[in-house]
């Protein structure tokens, strides 16, 4: 089965949609010391499509002055065993200097990239959707991961990226 790796700054949304990607399936908890310690993976399904779904980050008890590294450390080795990245960013903040940080690791792993902009329910989500062009990754899917938004484009889009 092809792996995806959920990859994108604190907060996004990313557990969300790994929550209801897997499901009721079982999330496998990646518990071997450093770096991936919190990383999680389980079957996901988005309709007729199947794959690996990795959860990235949390990291929430690391020191302050290590976090930057460990997350950055973290999500290139995610991005390494992924064979499609699909990068998430908040459409109800907008792309940060940290989005751009994430989306250039992205960027120079040469991967292909499923952009996400999550968030997007409602009138104001959906106008900051268009801030994601921004990151030079291709074309935003503006995503509800809480609410259920938007997965037949998600599954346009991984359909094309697969
Ligand atoms: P992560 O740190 O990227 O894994 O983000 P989480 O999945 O933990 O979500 C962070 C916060 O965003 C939580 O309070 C979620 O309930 C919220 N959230 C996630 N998806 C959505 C969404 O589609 N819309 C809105 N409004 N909030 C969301
Ligand atoms: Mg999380």
Do not use: C, W
């Amino acid at each position: 089965m092809p792996v995806v790796a959920i990859i994108g700054r604190p907060n996004v949304g990313k557990s969300t949609l790994f929550n209801r990607l897997i499901g009721k399936r079982i999330a496998l908890v990646d518990d071997r010391p450093g770096v991936t310690r919190d990383r999680r993976e389980g079957e996901a399904r988005v309709g007729d499509i199947e794959f690996v779904a990795v959860d990235t980050a949390g990291l929430e008890d690391a020191s302050e002055d290590s976090l930057a590294g460990r997350m950055t450390a973290q999500t290139v080795s995610a991005i390494e065993g992924a064979d499609i990245v699909l990068f998430m960013m908040d459409a109800r903040v907008g792309v940060t200097p940290e989005d751009e940080h994430f989306a250039n690791l992205v960027r120079r792993s040469g991967k292909p990239v499923v952009l996400v902009a999550n968030k997007s329910e409602g009138k104001e989500g959906l106008a900051g959707a268009y801030d994601a062009f921004r990151l030079g990754l291709g074309d935003p899917i503006a995503l509800s991961a809480e609410h259920g938004e938007g997965f037949a484009d998600l599954h346009l889009a991984l359909s094309e990226a697969l």
